[in-house]
């Protein structure tokens, strides 16, 4: 089971960067964050088999989750990013029993 993310990096405020995970032997199921000195937080999630994604208020209107369910991956678009929303971002997802597994994360990096 493995859950690989990719897309993260440098960007200037007000700029937008596109995450992905690619999921081997699970479902991915959202996309979360921690922050240096904070707890990790949900940013995303999306159902697998259709329904309404749900995001946290303050990416609201910026962020934009989506999933591939023939390549079994799951994207972030990420816009007008504040320098808040510095972080590494995880892709949290779920096994065929049930298990949650993580990636290991990308860092995210927004410059004032």
């Known amino acids: 089971v493995q859950l690989v993310e990719s897309g993260g990096g440098l960007v200037q405020t007000g700029g937008s960067l596109r995450l992905s995970c690619a999921a081997f032997?699970?479902?991915?199921m959202g996309w979360y964050r921690q922050a240096p000195g904070k707890q990790r937080e949900l940013v995303a999630t999306?159902?697998?088999?259709?329904?309404?994604?749900n995001y946290a208020h303050s990416v609201k209107g910026r962020f934009t989750i989506s999933r591939d369910n023939t390549e079994n991956t799951l994207s972030l678009q990420m816009n007008i990013l504040q320098p808040e929303d510095t972080a590494v971002y995880y892709c949290?997802?779920?096994?065929?029993?049930?298990?949650?597994?993580w990636g290991r994360g990308t860092q995210v990096t927004v410059s004032p």
């Open positions: 949290n997802g779920r096994t065929a029993s049930g298990t949650s597994k």
């Open positions: 032997g699970s479902t991915p």
């Open positions: 999306l159902p697998s088999g259709g329904g309404s994604a």
